[in-house]
């Protein structure tokens, strides 16, 4: 099975969202080729320079901005961005905060404490089943 899972092949767009990157500004040559779990293994435990430079300070894809920002991403969306942003770019809008990014994070608060609200309910119905057994 080994030797299956390290000839799996993935298109660039793929290894780029697993390693939490902005396709258009990696490499030419990653972005024309095709890349194995070896090698993304390998791209994940030894990053090159331009994978590190990339991490640091981007442009970073929505996914990663809206993680960095503390919100969702249609709240970026509903923020008005909609474009990859750099590390520089998200520590002003961090500096500014704007009003949308501090609707935004209280939204994505109220979500997470929801959340949590139901797994502890899910968790308590659990137990109370596994008593009666």
């Known amino acids: 099975m080994s030797s299956q899972q390290s000839t799996q092949t993935m298109k660039p767009a793929t290894a780029a969202k697993k390693l939490g990157v902005y396709l258009p500004a990696t490499p030419a040559s990653f972005q024309e080729g095709v890349v194995t779990r070896a090698e993304l293994n390998e791209l994940?435990?030894?990053?090159p320079e331009w994978l590190s430079e990339l991490r640091r300070n981007g442009p970073h894809p929505r996914p990663v901005v809206a993680a960095k920002l503390g919100v969702s991403i249609a709240g970026l969306a509903r923020g008005g961005v909609t474009e990859p942003l750099t590390t520089e770019q998200i520590e002003a809008l961090?500096?500014?905060?704007?009003?949308?990014?501090?609707?935004?994070?209280?939204?994505?608060?109220?979500v997470r404490k929801e959340a949590a609200r139901i797994n502890q309910l899910k968790k308590e119905k659990q137990e109370r089943a596994a008593g009666r057994d």
């Open 44 to 47: 994940q435990a030894n990053p």
């Open 94 to 110: 961090k500096q500014e905060r704007p009003e949308w990014l501090e609707k935004e994070r209280a939204t994505q608060a109220e």
